[in-house]
């Protein structure tokens, strides 16, 4: 299969890599601010490069307030059988077939852990494409991490506010409790050793154990322990549970916006 990146940004990077481990397929993109090319990747700076040549796949990786502009030039460039895939986060089906009329639409929602082939990314397909578009896409995507299909494009845009754009939120999380570590009087070393090694621990333990985090939460917790007196002020008020609740609200209202 001949796919052609329309941008190849830091995600866009980063899936690229695992799919070349995955697939013998061939892979071009097109970037005017790419400095570096991907090994075994064509790398164009200009669509007038590739001159008359087809693509069986367009991979839309460039920012969504780039589309409209970018996106119209290459209607010339897939085969008749082709299809678009886009990891543009919000940019509805209905505005991609704009740009590019007559093919069918993947919108994919990626997350970063893609990059070391941990990621998580939701799926949604138009109507018109094809199971072959769709195996094709899934394809891609469980070499990067865990594919999930929707079946409503508004669940896509919910994923981007959980999914995609929650390692951010995990992050943050790991930034702030690192800090209060330090605050307890741990160097820097000692207070990422110990708060990445307990959150990838739990983290593994609730997936090993299939166990709801209620529960491990619970056996954990001793009436008048140091845990229970630590949750009490972590969300004794409910206010991180509102608190997250307004992150993902937040997050899903953007992706509305960038439709």
Same mark, same amino acid.
């Given at each position: 299969m001949k796919t052609l990146l329309v941008g190849c940004g830091k995600m866009g990077g980063a899936l690229l890599t695992q799919w070349m481990r995955?697939?013998?397929?061939?892979?071009?993109?097109v970037d005017p601010f790419l400095d570096q090319p991907v090994d075994g990747a064509r790398l164009f700076k200009d669509i007038n490069a590739l001159g008359a040549e087809k693509f069986d796949l367009l991979i839309v990786a460039i920012k969504p307030q780039m589309i409209d502009e970018i996106l119209p030039a290459y209607k010339d460039v897939l085969a008749d059988t082709g299809a678009v895939a886009s990891i543009a986060a919000g940019c509805s089906v209905a505005r991609l *077939?704009?740009?590019?009329?007559?093919? #069918?639409?993947?919108?994919?929602? #990626?997350?970063?852990?893609?990059?070391?082939?941990?990621?998580?990314?939701?799926?949604?397909?138009?109507?018109d494409a094809k199971d072959e578009h769709k195996s094709a896409v899934e394809t891609l995507m469980k070499s990067a991490g865990t594919a999930v299909w929707v079946d409503d494009e508004? *669940?896509?845009?919910?994923? =981007?506010a959980v999914a995609g754009s929650g390692p951010g939120y995990v992050f943050e999380l790991a930034r702030a409790y690192i800090e209060a570590a330090k605050d307890l009087g741990f160097s820097e070393d000692q207070a990422t050793d110990l708060v990445l090694g307990t959150l990838d621990g739990s983290i593994r333990m609730i997936l090993q154990t299939g166990d709801k985090p209620e529960n491990l939460r619970n056996s954990v917790t001793?009436?008048?322990? =140091?845990?229970?007196?630590?949750?009490?002020?972590?969300n004794g008020d409910g206010k991180l549970s509102d608190l997250l609740k307004a992150t993902t609200e937040a997050a899903y209202k953007r992706a509305i916006e960038l439709r």
């Open positions: 995955a697939t013998e397929d061939e892979y071009t993109i *077939q704009s740009a590019l009329p007559g093919y #069918p639409v993947i919108r994919i929602m #990626p997350n970063l852990p893609s990059a070391i082939g941990a990621g998580v990314a939701g799926l949604y397909a138009s109507g508004d *669940q896509i845009d919910r994923v =981007t001793s009436k008048n322990g =140091t845990t229970e007196a630590g949750l009490k002020a972590l």
